[in-house]
């Protein structure tokens, strides 16, 4: 576990899920921390409500977190959403709304935090992609292209900041969260929590993830013991996309 005692951080999407996670983690690390989202963020030093797709409010994030703590070491971007459907029957405004938050929300929190981070020396970026990335199913075509757009924009940012800034990114696979509990009770009739277990069977380890697991590994890469890891993609999958055919 690495000390990250006078770190500032910045992590979107931060009033649950995966989001809340980090936020929580990288404070009992000893950091600073912002939290954005839509919604207030409980258990920081400063909330800030932000729709990540706009670029204004990316800037109007960014600002106060810098007049508060004076610089910026981490950037964790974890907001997102989930829609579904085919590029047939993906609406053109629901394909817009799922790219302006997935992918072009961390292209704008980046832009407006990157001078920071590289002021810092020793910047870190951990962006939450998907295994979806690498393997869709079947109705995701927006989330599927945001996320491996997500992977294809972290590399090349730790091409262009490098060495002052790594960026990096996370893959997980599923995880008890409000928007997997959300997809659950649309799939899963009267029985989401069966629903939620029979997803969990299809990962080798046999269950789906905890928030903190994730943020466990969103926390590592954003922290000094991975000083020499950037470009990454880091699955978080409980081996879900290693194994051929399922189980």
Not at 212 to 237: I, K, Q, Y
């Amino acid at each position: 576990m690495s000390d990250l005692s006078g770190k500032a951080a910045i992590v979107t999407g931060a009033a649950n899920g995966i989001g809340a996670a980090v936020a929580a983690l990288l404070a009992e690390r000893g950091a600073r921390v912002c939290g954005v989202d839509l919604d207030d963020v409980g258990g920081v030093d400063l909330s800030v409500r932000a729709d990540v797709s706009s670029s204004a409010a990316c800037g109007g994030a960014v600002a106060p977190a810098l007049s508060s703590f004076g610089g910026l070491d981490i950037l964790v971007c974890c907001a997102g959403i989930q829609r579904y459907g085919s590029v047939v029957d993906t609406p053109e405004e629901t394909w817009d709304e799922v790219i302006g938050v997935n992918l072009t929300g961390m292209f704008l929190m980046a832009k407006h935090a990157m001078p920071a981070l590289e002021a810092s020396g020793a910047g870190a970026v951990v962006n939450v992609a998907s295994v979806q990335a690498f393997a869709a199913q079947r109705g995701v075509a927006a989330y599927a292209a945001s996320k491996g757009g997500v992977v294809a924009l972290t590399r090349a940012m730790a091409i262009d900041h490098a060495p002052a800034v790594r960026a990096n990114c996370i893959c997980p696979g599923s995880v008890d969260t409000p928007m997997l509990r959300g997809a659950a009770r649309l799939f899963g009739g009267d029985d989401p929590d069966g629903t939620v277990r029979a997803w969990g069977a299809m990962h080798p380890m046999g269950r789906v993830s905890t928030p903190r697991e994730v943020a466990e590994a969103a926390v590592f890469l954003a922290s000094p013991a991975a000083s020499f890891v950037t470009g990454a993609a880091l699955l978080v999958d409980g081996g879900l996309i290693s194994q051929i055919g399922g189980t």
